[in-house]
Nanobody, 114 residues
Framework: QVQLVESGGGLVQAGGSLRLSCAAS????????MNWFRQAPGKEREFVAT????????YYADSVKGRFTISRDNAKNTVYLQMNSLKPEDTAVYYC???????WGQGTQVTVSS
């Protein structure tokens, strides 16, 4: 099992930027694919982005492609989500997920005002 702690959420105006971080408790962080998901009020949790173990491969949901960038630093056991050109529809609780460990963080709230 690996514990995940997200940070970096907050309130931002439309068009602004935020960078989310997700710190993992385990040194074997580099052995797992990492994902970001989000859940808006009244909606199901949805996939946002994924990054391979080495960081060499990434994939994004169509709704965030070109605006969000996922990255990781295996030396720091941390995955990031850089979010630019934010829209009100990006408002949600954002969760990181360690795929191979089945672990989830507690979530961090992102609110984008129009």
């Amino acid at each position: 099992q690996v514990q995940l702690v997200e940070s970096g959420g907050g309130l931002v105006q439309a068009g602004g930027s935020l960078r989310l971080s997700c710190a993992a408790s385990r040194r074997t962080f580099s052995s797992t694919t990492m994902n970001w998901f989000r859940q808006a009020p009244g909606k199901e949790r949805e996939f946002v982005a994924t990054i391979s173990r080495s960081g060499g491969s990434t994939y994004y949901a169509d709704s965030v492609k070109g605006r969000f960038t996922i990255s990781r630093d295996n030396a720091k056991n941390t995955v990031y989500l850089q979010m630019n050109s934010l829209k009100p529809e990006d408002t949600a609780v954002y969760y990181c997920n360690a795929k191979e460990f089945g672990s989830w963080g507690q979530g961090t709230q992102v609110t984008v005002s129009s």
